[in-house]
């Protein structure tokens, strides 16, 4: 029972250089979305999906792009890493009209950008 | 300023103790309610919900919904050490068709032995 899965789980870059995150779920979940976390500044979203082969920004989007090819899973990337890109990144999921506010994460992915 | 805040902390406590952590939001339209906990190196998991206003229970846990004031609590009675941890606040809309919750910066709470 994997829930959702993100890789890698550590990761550190140089400014300029490019990666990508993977998240999968194997819950079946609509709903996608990749938050950042920093100290003092609590969870932040990123971009997020409603589904296959669509994707909305969302408060901090600037940096990075996603792609949802298949409905299990959403990729992250930075396409030239910033020092302020430096965070630990979550991937979470949740089903189409859920009314619970569960979302379901992942355990995070620590990028350091020096 | 920011939609949901919340104080946070560090908050530490003797065991037992009675903890009250909060947040304050300033979107009246925020319906749902959510209290979420997460440990070390891990990712956030939910520990209740409520919606609109009102109290609910949870075993040592209670959650206060005040939409008046715009103001949100929860309760943890008799804590553990186990309930060591952040707690975030988050909240969304009735009507979100997205799902996205709107997260407080969270409380570290610490309860010593």
């Not at chain 1, 969870?43 to 994707?55: M, P, Q």
């Not at chain 2, 846990?61 to 103001?71: E, I, L, N, P």
Request: glycine share 10%.
């Amino acid at each position: 029972n994997a829930g959702v899965t993100q890789t890698p789980k550590f990761r550190v870059l140089k400014t300029g250089q490019s990666m990508t995150l993977l998240c999968a779920q194997d819950m079946n979940h609509e709903y996608m979305y990749w938050y950042r976390q920093d100290p003092g500044l609590g969870l932040r979203l990123i971009h997020y999906s409603v589904g296959e082969g669509t994707t909305a920004k969302g408060e901090v989007p600037d940096g990075y792009n996603v792609s949802r090819l298949k409905k299990q899973n959403f990729l992250l990337g930075l396409e030239s890493a910033a020092p302020s890109q430096t965070s630990v990144y979550f991937c979470a999921s949740t089903k189409r009209g859920e009314g619970t506010g569960e979302l379901f994460f992942g355990e995070g992915s620590r990028l350091t950008v020096l | 300023q920011k939609e949901v805040e919340q104080d946070p902390g560090p908050l530490s406590v003797p065991e037992g103790a009675i903890v009250s952590l909060n947040c304050t939001y300033s979107n009246s339209a925020f319906q749902y309610f959510m209290w979420y906990r997460q440990y070390s190196r891990k990712g956030p998991e939910l520990l209740m919900y409520t919606y609109s206003s009102g109290n609910k229970e949870d075993g040592r846990f209670t959650a206060q919904v005040d939409k008046s004031s715009k103001y949100i609590s929860l309760f943890i009675r008799d804590s553990q050490p186990s309930d060591s941890a952040t707690y975030l606040c988050a909240m969304s809309f009735l009507s979100s068709n997205t799902g996205k919750l709107i997260f407080g910066q969270g409380t570290t709470l610490q309860v010593k032995p």
